[in-house]
């Protein structure tokens, strides 16, 4: 929920801890991070943030005190170009070093060092190296270039040659591409980029650090090659500009001078190919509301005439000039998030054939993005080879083609043979699919023709164990939910892999809680929040319902999830800064709601929305609508808190009194003895509307219960948008046992897609929209608060960990990664018996909730902590018991713990 509710305990008992400094562990910093970057090739900023881990060598570490030192790689660690001194704070995520002296384009190592609450220092942790991103005096030796022609679906291929010095300590190359390349250095692949964004605001741009790969010496040339690709100028999946590339190397001598070579279309080395081996007639993919792709149609023979055009001794004499894009109009803004990578190839289920339309049906026999090797027997020249790409079959057993409510497309390639005895052809974009309908074949197709090369995005610390139970109902729905989760991210949330491939701010902000609870992947957030406001609508207020797109639209609760991104930011992640940076465009949509507040009754009306999945049983036919109230009085409170945060106390008085006032208003205008009405002056009052109450904390504490029940009188009526905030609800509420009921009905929800074989979740609760949906992922979230797992500060400082299990859960163990560490723990239910094992990182304080049974003794491992209501002398790592007529609160810090009640 947004708003915490606060109980009260009844009887408490706080004694110290009894360690003392003799014979403690030293502390040790680990996992060293620059903008939350493990292993960062550059930072996006010249003032960057730290953050580290503290390993636990024993119960109870905690930070007292840090120092960050910083030195240029050719000098360290003789000369500092930074040091914090010794700061007495616990501060140990995107700690802010203010303004330093660090240059564009240069490379450095930090490393940090802290004092634990015996004054005990810790060694200084292994450097981190990292690039501080090269600025716009850096970027002037790169012109954007392209190859004279401007087609919507228009590929490209670049070489450009240059020597590098012999006292060269550290290469680094940028690459920007509008839309996508894949690059290869001395002949070998190195990558794919960059993630999609808006050039109304910036162009991402990919670092490599090839100081390995690059061979150094006067008379040594190295091939920089990129196939490039532009997707543009078609509507609803698209991004403005024009084709172009870019792209730079800096090289860093023993002296730390940097010399700089960039795409220069005046160099006679750098030369380009504009007829490619693909059509760039070939059409766009996807509903007309979302086209993200294009049909490769691959001409064999001309690929045969070009092979091997990435190495160095490729003979380029023939090709053209590359032209000059000109410098356009928007930032280069180095990449967070990863880019997409290729994984070893894996065999096929099964293939089938088609008498009656001569087509090979290829099951890989689950979900997967990525792309197919085909080898193809017995070809002649200029015979076409099909491969058509689907979740699913149609009736007939074929794959599904241009059906289904939102337009599902026929998504194939295509290849032109060259004409032998054998020939092999592999796309070189991803596609989503289960099938595969192969066509145009003269010879059979074997299970040893065919492969896939499936692709991902590598999510930091990737915990696909991270939740395991004695029900395997809910392992399955975790698994399903698991692989959705993958396949929706290509450095953006995607809604779908198979169809739109777009950014929807609300599926963006529940994606985004998966992440939390599953990856170590924070840039994906901090993106969403920034593309919502990338399409022309910096300060505005005016928030797209999806992007970073051509056709923005507007749903005024899908609007309404870009404070909730932003704030969450700073909740789950300790991300203060995007507070600040966003604090205009925050209080812009406040701007925008305000001008729709009704003077008399005081509610937000008027804004066009509610959004693309109500029930029919939703009265959303009047524009003043409870579920809009709802989050507009949140994003009132998150504004309040942001500023009070930031030090705006005047604003932050104003928006208090704003949010007040809309409490109230709604209350009385929306609210009926134990209910919500869908909108003002409608009669019905659905589950979901009252949800939304519960959730932002508009229900008056009196009334909470009675709403609880009204909700759940319903059952699980809410679709899949609306049963996020319906299962956080009842998570919250200690519904554990009742959401359990629904979920443990074959015929319903996630059950149903387990039973039926799904490998993803659904779109909905039945398979006629998209099979792989991350819309309904979250159980990746639930899950895991089964066990009871959820922050209480920024960034997990304090975690709070209060399982409860439904009866039909016996076992269960959750693993959630934080800035702090992992945090993980298994709640047992088992004759009568309680027992919580958990791991808390360093630095961290755990707030535990254990049951009290009749016997009263609470233990320790194998030591009696409390028995019969008298608390024992403290150990190591236990700050405090407070003992509740039901239960006991242990307050713990930094370690491993097995507690057992009984």
């Known amino acids: 929920m947004l708003l915490p509710i606060l109980l009260a305990t009844t009887m408490s008992v706080l004694l110290p801890s009894t360690v003392t400094a003799q014979g403690v562990d030293t502390p040790v910093v680990t996992d060293v991070r620059a903008e939350s970057l493990e292993s960062p090739a550059y930072v996006a900023t010249d003032s960057p943030r730290f953050s580290w881990q503290i390993q636990r060598g024993r119960r109870g570490v905690s930070q007292t005190k840090y120092q960050i030192r910083i030195g240029q790689l050719h000098a360290w660690p003789a000369i500092l170009a930074y040091d914090s001194g010794v700061i007495t704070s616990n501060a140990s995520t995107l700690v802010d070093i203010g303004t330093t002296t660090l240059m564009p384009g240069h490379t450095y190592l930090a490393s940090v060092q802290v004092w634990d609450e015996f004054d005990t220092p810790s060694p200084p942790s292994e450097p981190l190296q990292f690039t501080i991103a090269p600025d716009d005096t850096l970027w002037s030796a790169a012109t954007p270039v392209w190859d004279g022609t401007n087609n919507s679906n228009n590929y490209a291929f670049f070489r450009d040659q240059f020597t590098i010095g012999a006292a060269a300590r550290k290469v680094t190359t940028y690459v920007s591409v509008n839309r996508s390349y894949r690059l290869f250095v001395n002949g070998h692949y190195l990558g794919t980029g960059p993630a999609r964004s808006d050039l109304n605001r910036s162009l991402l741009v990919n670092a490599y650090d090839l100081t390995e790969e690059f061979q150094v010496g006067t008379h040594t040339v190295n091939t920089l090659a990129i196939e490039a690709h532009y997707l543009g100028a078609v509507p609803g999946g698209s991004f403005s500009g024009w084709p172009a590339a870019r792209w730079m190397t800096i090289v860093e001598d023993n002296q730390g001078n940097l010399t700089v070579v960039g795409s220069d279309p005046a160099s006679a080395n750098l030369k380009v190919l504009a007829t490619t081996p ?58 967070e998030v990863p880019n997409r990578i290729e994984l070893p190839s894996v065999p096929v289920g099964s293939i089938t054939y088609d008498v009656a339309t001569d087509a090979y049906i290829v099951d890989l026999g689950y979900l997967t993005m990525g792309w197919p090797n085909l080898v193809m027997h017995n070809t002649q020249a200029d015979d076409v080879i099909r491969i058509h790409y689907s979740d699913r079959l149609d009736k007939q057993g074929l794959v599904l083609r241009g059906d289904g409510p939102n337009g599902i497309t026929d998504n194939y390639d295509e290849y032109i043979a060259v004409g032998a005895a054998s020939e092999s052809w592999s796309p070189h974009y991803w596609e989503a699919f289960q099938f595969m309908e192969i066509t145009g074949l003269r010879a059979p197709l074997t299970l040893q023709d065919i492969t896939v090369t499936p692709t991902q995005v590598p999510l930091e610390n990737p915990l696909e164990d991270g939740f395991e139970s004695s029900n395997t109902l809910l392992e ?200 919500y009405l869908d909108c003002l002056g409608a009669a019905d009052a659905s589950q979901i509307s009252s949800v939304f109450a519960l959730y932002f904390d508009v229900v008056p504490t009196a009334q909470r219960q009675a709403v609880l029940n009204h909700v759940k009188s319903f059952g699980f009526d809410a679709q899949t948008y609306g049963g996020y905030y319906l299962t ?175």
């Open 278 to 335: 693909w059509d760039e007639n070939a059409p766009i993919r996807g509903p007309a509301f979302g086209q993200a792709s294009a049909v490769e149609s691959y001409d064999g023979a001309m690929a045969a005439a070009v092979a091997g055009w990435q190495d160095p001794s490729f003979d380029d004499s023939s090709w053209s000039s590359a032209i000059s894009m000109g410098v356009p109009d928007y930032d280069l803004m180095l990449q």
């Open 476 to 675: 399955d729905i975790y698994e399903i939910s698991y692989r959705t989760q993958i396949a929706c991210i290509d450095g953006l949330f995607m809604d779908t892999p198979q169809r739109e491939r777009k950014q929807y701010m609300a599926d963006g902000f529940i994606q985004a809680m998966n992440v939390a609870y599953t990856f170590d992947s924070p840039h994906f957030l901090r993106k969403l929040s920034r593309d919502a406001v990338a399409f022309g609508a910096r300060f505005s207020g005016i928030i797209p319902a999806a992007s970073p797109v051509d056709s923005p639209g507007f749903i005024a609760e899908w609007a309404l999830h870009y404070p909730l991104a932003v704030w969450k930011q700073y909740e789950l992640y300790g991300d203060a800064r995007a507070l600040e940076e966003q604090y205009v465009d925050l209080v812009a949509v406040k701007d925008v709601f305000e001008l729709q507040r009704h003077p008399t009754n005081g509610l937000v009306t008027g804004v066009p929305g509610f959004t693309d999945w109500p029930l029919s049983s939703v009265d959303s036919t009047c524009a003043t609508r409870t579920a809009l109230n709802a989050f507009y009085y949140g994003t009132l409170r998150i504004l309040e808190q942001t500023a009070t945060h930031l030090g705006h106390a005047t604003d932050a008085q104003d928006f208090g009194a704003l949010a007040d006032g809309l409490r109230t208003a709604i209350n009385t205008h929306l609210f009926q003895t134990d209910r």
């Open 728 to 902: 956080d609800v009842l998570m919250s509420f200690g519904e554990h046992e009742f959401l359990m009921q629904h979920i443990d009905d074959s015929r319903t929800l996630w059950a149903q897609m387990v039973t039926l074989g799904s490998s993803t979740t659904w779109e909905g609760w039945v398979p006629d929209g998209s099979l792989c949906h991350a819309f309904t992922a979250y159980p990746l979230k639930f899950c895991k608060q089964m066990v009871g797992i959820d922050p209480a500060e920024p960034a997990w400082a304090r975690v709070i960990i209060d399982p409860k299990l439904p009866s039909t859960v016996e076992t269960a163990r959750a693993t959630i990664p934080t800035p702090r560490g992992t945090v993980d723990a298994e709640a047992k239910i088992m004759n009568g018996i309680w027992s919580l094992s958990l791991e808390v990182p360093g630095n961290v304080v755990a707030e535990v909730r254990i049951p009290r049974y009749p016997i009263d003794q609470l233990l320790l491992d194998t030591d009696r902590l409390v028995d019969s209501g008298e608390v024992a002398e403290l150990p190591a790592g236990v700050l405090s018991i407070v003992v509740n007529p039901t239960d006991y609160v242990i307050e713990v810090c930094g370690g491993s713990f097995g507690f057992t009640s009984r």
